[in-house]
């Protein structure tokens, strides 16, 4: 493998990273809502998801869902009913108040913002496809381990270092308090989007 073919997958993958879809919408919400440290640790999670899916087509996990055809379609249909809930909660409660924490504690332990991070980005299984492709070209069989490695850490470093620059743009006071004053038309708007890109993920 050349450094050049490792350069193109680090470029055309940030290109992936920083196209809005499901992650986008809810590192947003949760910076303006829950402030930085909570959104950093929803950026580890991304990272963690994409970490899952690009080792997953490196793997050939893009060719067993062309194999199996019924895993990749369970696998979009339970993907997409996850973001369909999280889209659900986020328009019943959009009318409500934000919850506040109190002084000095955290709206959201870092173990749950990693999980939901994770869960978020695992529950789409496109992007294994993505990978897969971009592998199938660029990533030869006899690639060595110490490579694929170098491509992994490129993934996961691409995917959190982007959802730590919106965590911090989107918990800036400015953002925040936008946020807050929009907040039950700005939760209907994303919850709104969100449930479309689910149904996205389910259906095509």
């Known amino acids: 493998m050349t450094l050049g073919a490792f350069l193109s997958i680090v470029l055309i993958h940030l290109a992936a990273a920083i196209s809005p879809g499901p992650s986008f919408v809810v590192s ?119 490579w694929k490695g170098a491509i992994l850490a490129a993934v996961f470093v691409n995917e959190t270092v982007w959802y730590l620059v919106c965590a911090f743009l989107f918990s800036r006071p400015a953002p925040r308090a936008a946020y807050l004053r929009l907040k039950s038309a700005a939760d209907r708007v994303f919850g709104g989007f969100l449930a479309l890109l689910g149904l996205k993920i389910a259906l095509t």
């Not at 997953?56 to 997409?80: C, D, M, S």
């Open 28 to 146: 947003i919400r949760t910076a303006a809502s829950e402030g930085f440290g909570t959104a950093a640790a929803l950026a580890l999670g991304f990272g963690l998801g994409a970490l899952l899916w690009a080792g997953g087509a490196l793997a050939g996990l893009a060719l067993l869902f062309e194999l199996v055809p019924a895993l990749f379609t369970g696998l979009k249909l339970a993907g997409g009913l996850f973001l369909l809930w999280i889209a659900l909660q986020m328009w019943r409660h959009a009318s409500e108040p934000l919850a506040m924490p109190e002084a000095g504690s955290a709206p959201r332990s870092p173990a749950s913002a990693v999980r939901l991070g994770f869960l978020t980005f695992a529950s789409n299984p496109k992007p294994a496809v993505f990978f897969g492709a971009v592998f199938v070209g660029l990533v030869p069989p006899e690639t060595p381990l110490a």
